[in-house]
């Protein structure tokens, strides 16, 4: 499985960004998708994470109410809407698959995109 993250960008706080993450080379809707982050020196964490078919969703608390994860299985592809950005949500996103009963740790996840940097100005 193949994973392109894309969308990322500098906006101002209080912005939005959208960030696209397409899968290739396996059955997307067989896989689990997750969105982490990580910030330079810091270790990288799930910010949200979507079952299989869509119908179950995790959010990191600091960005519930801001951030929504949704997916589309005919295009084989995972979103991350970002809502109200913040200076603290700065840093590189990496999209994730889980091919089994689906996580929320780095280890859990099987697959790994490129990942986005996303740079929010105060």
């Known amino acids: 499985v193949q994973l392109q993250a894309s969308g990322g960008g500098l906006v101002q706080a209080g912005g939005s960004l959208r960030l696209s993450c397409e899968a290739s080379?396996?059955?997307?809707?067989?896989?689990?998708m997750g969105w982490f982050r990580q910030s330079p020196g810091k270790e990288r964490l799930i910010v949200a994470a979507?079952?299989?078919?869509?119908?179950?969703?995790y959010y990191v608390d600091s960005v519930k109410g801001r951030f929504t994860i949704s997916r589309d299985n005919a295009k084989n592809a995972v979103y991350l809407q970002m809502n109200n950005l913040q200076p603290e949500d700065t840093a590189v996103y990496y999209c994730a698959a889980d091919t089994e009963i689906g996580g929320t740790r780095v280890a859990e996840f099987d697959y790994w995109g490129q990942g986005t940097q996303v740079t929010v100005s105060s």
């Open positions: 979507i079952s299989r078919s869509g119908g179950n969703t």
């Open positions: 080379g396996g059955t997307f809707s067989r896989l689990n």
